[in-house]
């Protein structure tokens, strides 16, 4: 992308303004839209929730010489989620945002794992997508048997539905779930953008099944959810240590702020609804606002120019498209890794160097897995596994 | 620390004015004492919800068909749209009603047959009609050139209709009668589905599915009834009247 982030200054803080009509705009289409502006959708609310909880947190260890400006922006990254997300219409249950979400996750990764220039971060990246790959299929299950609704109408084609590394092995103790973080002063600058982009993303979706999963009336659907909502934890856990603890709060500001006119940037660059485009062209600008104004807090309190950080340009963005392809060869490949420590290991030998997770995991599933429970000799059939007379009401079935 | 709380002990209902009259009294007292913030009434909802219908965007649209040659739709077009986006909905409601005889089959397997109340065999008896139905309907879109895995406008309503009486069937706490209840206004809904899809099949000159239809009227006019049976019988067994 030739957007050179120092020259473009974007639309200044004073200038971005909202009122409730324009936040609760009409919602897109279930039905009509593409499967990626949904996913473009719950991406940028997943940032945008990430910039809150940063900004929070930052808040709370902070001098008084950064609490007004981090409050000044969070009150319009606020209002930019919430734009962001009421564009999700109501007809969308929780389990069919749920099905977006786990694309989200697939594709989105996917693209981060392709893209990413360092060996072992995008190996990172692999070992968790197909976890999230799982996640689909246990959720279109619980879709298709529960509901009597199809997760295809929500992936429309683009994703695959099968099996990915079992759930119920994905289970491990903390010492199994950090990694080894980036270098900050050697790494590349997309390594940093993809990172805090992939834990804001896993983030908002562990908090989103923490608040739905008990909406749900079925206790399978209760299980459910609280299983992979305890994976989406290890997946924040595990993303995060990615990131150079050692870099300043400051300047992790910094990288948030790059990190969200970058992700804006891509969406707007992809998106095929024109009324949504222009919400992303607009934000893009906002984002652009904050970055400046940071780069001079930057300056001001570390006395460090923002180009040791950022590069001039931003690089290509995620590529909102199906990554079927690279999505199974990696399943073929990798679908036996497991972790232990901070490093990946084949299962043969977990038992061996990740003896703590193995103990958690027999504890936690000692009562039963409901991801398995869920998706019991289930294989996704167009429409739903119905036309295949699999019901207790099947001729011949013993119900 | 040691638990306190072996046992749930059922402390009936908390609900409603008079279970505390003393804090009843007082809420009321700080209510009528308040003053609203601003003028008007319910009126001023509807008004502001009015906007957003004026927009004009619907919930979505069937897919695109092969335009005719003028490249606007002629009225057989037309007709077949709406045709497919009713079978559509059917083909929603029958699936899920399956789903939904499964969770009533499971719930009176755990709780043993009750009296008054259905047998196993009548459950089984509608799940079966249901899925048949489905069945049939996959096999009428196919057969008329349609998708039956596109999940139509008036499909995805039917699907936001459903999730309360899911939500009833698949509790476990629910009880026979209210999951009856629930299944009640499913099929009351459903027979008028039914009734309204053999109105439109003949007016667009279907009649092969119309006779098929009508049969498959006959059954569901059967569920309702029976649903309807049981859930009075069980209502006035536990009034005991």
Known sequence: MTLDIFKEKGTPLDKQLFTWRELVQAPTSKLDDDAFTRVRIIL????????LRFSHATARMMNGDMR??????RRVEQHQQTMVNW?????????????GFEQVAIEVTASVALREPDAYLAQVYRFGLLEDFDHLYRFSALMDRVMGADANNIVQNYSDIMPGRPTIVEHRAPEDNLRDHYISATADPLSKLHAITITASENQTHDYYMTIGPMFADPIARQLYAEIASIEEQHVTQYESLIDPNESPLEQWLLHEAMEVYNYLGCAQYETNPRIKEIWERFVDYELGHLHMV??????????????ILPQTLPEPIDYQSHRQFVRETLNAEVDLRAAGTQFTHKDDEADRAPLSIAYREQMNSEGSPSEIV????????????????????????? | MKSTAAKQVLTGNRTGMQTSPELAEELIEGAASATPSSEGGPQDIADYRGEYIAEGFPIGSMPMMPASEEGEADEEEVGMSVFLDKLSERLAFERTGTRLYEALLNKCETLGEQTPGPTLEDIEH????????FLMLNRAVTEIGGDPTVQSPCADVAGVMSLGIMQVLTDPRSSM???LQAMLTAELTDNAGWELLIKLADNLGYDDLKTEFESALANEEEHLLNVRNWLSECVMDSAQV
């Open chain 1, 44 to 51: 940028m609310n997943g940032l945008e929730s990430e910039a």
């Open chain 1, 68 to 73: 007004l400006p981090l409050a000044q922006i």
């Open chain 1, 87 to 99: 564009l999700l219409p109501a007809d969308l249950s929780p389990l069919e945002t749920t099905i």
């Open chain 1, 295 to 308: 780069m001079e807090l930057f300056k001001t309190i570390e006395n460090r120019d923002p180009a040791e």
């Open chain 1, 375 to 399: 998706a019991a000799g289930y294989q996704w059939t167009p429409g739903t596994e119905l036309t295949e007379e699999k019901s207790a009401f099947a001729k011949g079935a013993s119900a």
């Open chain 2, 126 to 133: 509608i799940g079966q009609e249901e899925l048949e139905h």
């Open chain 2, 177 to 179: 009668a209210q999951c």
